[in-house]
């Protein structure tokens, strides 16, 4: 199993930036695909961004593309979401997921969240 741990959330004005980490612990080995989640009151939850933990390539929802970015630094075993030009819409609790593979299986561990909260 793998443990994750989101920091960093807040509230902060519009237009303004926050920096979201995701510690991993447990079998890390075992990650193949690290994301964002969010879900807003009364709304799905949805996704923001994933990162390849070995390659590092990264994709983003359209709605934060050009303003998020995902990083990891896997010798930390740590992803982040340097989120700027921040819009009340982007209001939500932040979750981070894993994907991991075990031999033909893949299994996932969420994150317990961390609220990010923009005013306008």
């Known amino acids: 199993q793998v443990q994750l741990v989101e920091s960093g959330g807040g509230l902060v004005q519009a237009g303004g930036s926050l920096r979201l980490s995701c510690a991993a612990s447990?079998?890390?080995?075992?990650?193949?695909?690290m994301g964002w989640f969010r879900q807003a009151p009364g709304k799905e939850r949805e996704f923001v961004a994933n990162?390849?933990?070995?390659?590092?390539?990264?994709s983003y929802a359209d709605s934060v593309k050009g303003r998020f970015t995902i990083s990891r630094d896997n010798a930390k075993n740590t992803m982040y979401l340097q989120m700027n030009s921040l819009k009340p819409e982007d209001t939500a609790v932040y979750y981070c997921?894993?994907?991991?593979?075990?031999?033909?299986?893949?299994?996932?561990?969420w994150g317990q969240g961390t609220q990010v909260t923009v005013s306008s």
């Open positions: 990162i390849r933990w070995g390659g590092g390539s990264t």
């Open positions: 447990g079998r890390t080995f075992s990650i193949s695909t």
């Open positions: 997921k894993a994907d991991l593979v075990d031999g033909l299986f893949t299994f996932y561990s």
